[in-house]
């Protein structure tokens, strides 16, 4: 019986192993929510929509939904995962987080097992801990970004 199974183990490999990509064929194997590679082509503001509005889909509602949070990381960062402020480095990411709290804020509204970069320069880290935040706290001015320019 052991046999058995061992074999069809090994078959089922052997059949499934043509369609996975060769190692090293993409950069990573990503993993957890909102785990999405960037298309050929498609510009880091364009992967960083997509990724907040799967932060949204997953973890909203929040007020005033996809079109809100896509704006307010439009305003801070210009849809730039890797932006800072100027001189200082003090706010950083796409939702130009305070750098001294993202450790903590990653830590609250993040879960090991989903495997998420712990970077703030992240989009999709970024993004999650963002849309996580303001729907725990249940206003974007609440959890720290004015909706100014982005209520409409």
């Known amino acids: 019986m ?5 074999a069809v183990l090994v078959a089922a490999v052997v059949a499934v192993g043509p369609f996975l ?19 050929a082509g498609e510009s880091i503001q364009h992967l960083s929509v997509r990724e907040i ?31 800072a402020s100027r001189p200082t480095g003090m706010y950083v ?5 305070l750098a001294a709290a993202w450790p903590h804020r990653f830590a609250e ?4 097992a989903w495997r998420l970069p ?8 970024n993004a999650i801990v963002t849309i996580r935040m303001v729907a725990a706290m249940g ?7 004015p909706s100014h320019g982005c209520m409409g």
Not at 2 to 6: D, G, L, Q, T
Not at 23 to 33: E, F, N, T
Not at 56 to 83: D, K, M, N, Q
């Open 2 to 6: 052991r046999a058995r199974i061992v």
């Open 21 to 39: 990509p060769a190692p090293g064929a993409d950069a990573h194997w990503l993993s957890g929510p909102c785990a999405f590679t960037r298309h």
């Open 53 to 83: 509005m799967c932060a949204v889909g997953r973890f909203g509602p929040v007020p005033g939904g996809p079109h809100r949070a896509i704006c307010i990381a439009r305003r801070e960062s210009g849809l730039i995962p890797t932006a």
């Open 93 to 97: 990411g796409l939702y130009q987080h």
């Open 109 to 112: 509204y993040t879960s090991p």
């Open 118 to 125: 712990s970077s703030p320069f992240s989009a999709r880290s």
């Open 139 to 145: 206003r974007w001015r609440t959890a720290g970004w």
